[in-house]
């Protein structure tokens, strides 16, 4: 965890909250071209640059605030977000919704698609396919039929909240997996169903706007309309998948072959979408899991490295974007307005949810019970939910109010559902650490912080600050201790081997990564060449990747006394 004074948090979010402030009073931020302002006035680009340097500054102290806190920090953009909304402090903020689709959801998707392990998906891909496709159509309905009973929408009309509700966006969630350690196949599960039913519901949502809109209904067409937009979607992005991983394993430079999976997700989206009328979210996630699965056995180490450190970085501005406009978007007038409409369209998600994520775990591979209930309450909704209500047509009957059950079910999952994740994931006990392992913990961190305190005091006593009278006498004391200590948790790995093994692979690595700061610090200095910098570099980074050693799992005996040098 990230140690910050709390001082300095405090000045930062004032300062990264003044220039948001700037950016805003010099006119906002205009994401359409020619509107608000009639034209496109001298400084305009630079007003805009004021206000995306001043999200990032934002998203950087949200991300520290939240991790002091310990909460998402997904959830603490939206509510930041909502916050300047709720003062007013931002007057004119215009988002289409292709800024959301075109720009911002394809790094966020590729990024995803591109790190998931295509073995662990095709394990699961069963149940993931239960839930994008018929759980996607299932949720349409169900939500759909419940709110027209109520609200008074026309079956159609309700049908469109339903399709445009119904793709999940567990960023948080995942998130929180991977800091916590839960399951793997969980993680899987709950991803890999968000990367397919995006697009899903993207296509379940166009068809149901056109019925809507024109009041025909064909099941055929409907039925064939679907599989050539998402089949179409799906061959654009594997086929420019297999293309570009073609040609990056023809060139070994990190920079162009970053660049063409840069041209990969933004291309593949715009080709599919925009020239060939298919499915661009689902373009996107082939493109990323073909290319994650063939491209990287043509990539270089230190390009693997690269690429996969650009996408993390790619992905965590797009959803600092992405949730701080949510927040920004969300009017708190509009959510009282049609505070029932959207009470009820929350129990409807969630009561879909229920039916979808029970129903069909039991249909697929065994799933603990205590996923089923981490999963249904995971089912967050985000991005696309919002670039969809943005994009309805005027024309659209109860437009304003499906926007606003959109916004209150967006916020509600993600701040309600968002916060109380971890208690849930710690209550269902899905991350269980053996006794050892607590063990191992507690000892070593009492080893660690002995040792912290023996070498602070010997070194006040060395400035004079410490009499040797006093130190002769704590000496004894804190080396008797640290000695025991360390005796315990070399015991506990002699018994652990699984742990041992840990150990020494977090420490071998952490030894490479000083290796390649030295490397790399040698050739700025100009004292090795390039040549001999990309030798080293690449043949460490190899090891960082691929070839990590076996040791054997056997300890020195703690039948021996453990010799430590308390002198060094």
């Not at 006498?473 to 360390?486: D, G, M, P, S, Y």
Request: aromatic share 8%; hydrophobic share 55%; with cysteine.
């Amino acid at each position: 965890m990230i140690k910050v004074k709390t001082t300095s948090i405090r000045l930062v979010l004032l300062a990264s909250l003044a220039l948001v402030l700037t950016g805003c009073s010099t006119g906002g931020l205009n994401l359409v071209p020619g509107e608000g302002s009639g034209h496109a006035e001298p400084g305009l680009f630079v007003q805009t640059e004021e206000i995306v340097i001043a999200m990032l500054l934002l998203a950087a102290v949200v991300s520290i605030v939240t991790q002091q806190l310990r909460i998402p920090y997904t959830v603490g953009l939206v509510l930041v977000g909502f916050g300047l909304a709720f003062l007013g402090q931002i007057p004119f903020l215009t988002v289409t919704p292709e800024v959301i689709l075109a720009l911002l959801v394809p790094p966020l998707v590729f990024e995803a698609a591109f790190h998931m392990n295509f073995n662990d998906l095709r394990r699961e891909l069963k149940l993931i396919l239960l839930l994008a496709i018929p759980g996607v159509i299932l949720t349409t309905f169900l939500v759909g039929g419940l709110v027209s009973l109520v609200s008074g929408f026309s079956l159609p009309v309700a049908m469109v909240f339903g399709a445009l509700i119904a793709a999940t966006d567990p960023v948080a969630v995942v998130a929180l997996f991977r800091s916590i350690g839960a399951p793997k196949r969980l993680q899987v599960l709950l991803e890999g169903e968000s990367l397919l039913n995006d697009g899903t519901a993207i296509v379940v949502f166009n068809l149901m706007v056109g019925i809507a809109l024109t009041g025909n209904f064909n099941l055929g067409t409907s039925v064939l309309q679907f599989l050539i937009v998402a089949g179409g979607g799906i061959v654009v992005g594997v086929l420019g998948g297999i293309l570009i991983s073609q040609l990056i394993g023809r060139i070994d430079n990190y920079l162009i072959e970053t660049t063409l999976t840069t041209v990969l997700a933004y291309g593949s989206y715009l080709i599919a979408e925009y020239i060939l009328g298919v499915s661009g979210v689902l373009a996107v996630v082939a493109a990323g899991l073909a290319s994650g699965h063939i491209g990287p056995r043509g990539m270089s180490p230190t390009t693997r490295i690269v690429v996969f450190n650009f996408w993390e970085y790619a992905a965590f501005v797009a959803n600092s974007f992405v949730f701080l406009i949510i927040g920004l978007e969300i009017d708190l007038n509009l959510l009282l307005q049609n505070a029932g409409a959207i009470a009820w369209g929350i129990l409807a998600v969630l009561l879909a949810r229920a039916v979808t994520v029970y129903g069909f775990a039991s249909l697929a591979s065994r799933v603990p019970a205590r996923w089923k209930n981490v999963m249904f309450w995971g089912g967050l909704r985000g991005a696309i939910s919002l670039a969809l209500a943005l994009s309805l047509d005027p024309a659209m009957p109860n437009r304003t109010e499906i926007q606003a059950m959109t916004f209150g079910v967006v916020f509600f999952t993600l701040v309600v559902e968002g916060l109380t994740m971890k208690p849930l994931i710690q209550h269902s006990k899905l991350v269980e650490v053996s006794a050892a392992e607590q063990a191992y913990d507690r000892e070593h961190a009492q080893a660690v912080s002995l040792l912290a305190a023996y070498t602070r005091l010997r070194n006040l006593n060395r400035e004079g600050l410490i009499s040797d009278f006093s130190w002769r006498q704590l000496k004894v004391a804190l080396e008797e201790r640290i000695q025991a200590k360390t005796s315990e948790v070399q015991r506990i790995l002699e018994a652990e081997p699984h742990l041992h093994q840990q150990e020494m692979m977090d420490a071998w690595r952490e030894g490479l990564r000083v290796q390649r700061a030295t490397i790399t610090s040698m050739f700025r200095d100009n004292i090795i060449s390039e040549e001999v910098y990309e030798e080293l570099v690449s043949a460490v980074d190899f090891e960082l990747i691929e070839a990590m050693p076996s040791w054997e799992t056997g300890v020195p005996s703690t039948d021996e006394e453990v010799a430590f040098d308390f002198d060094e």
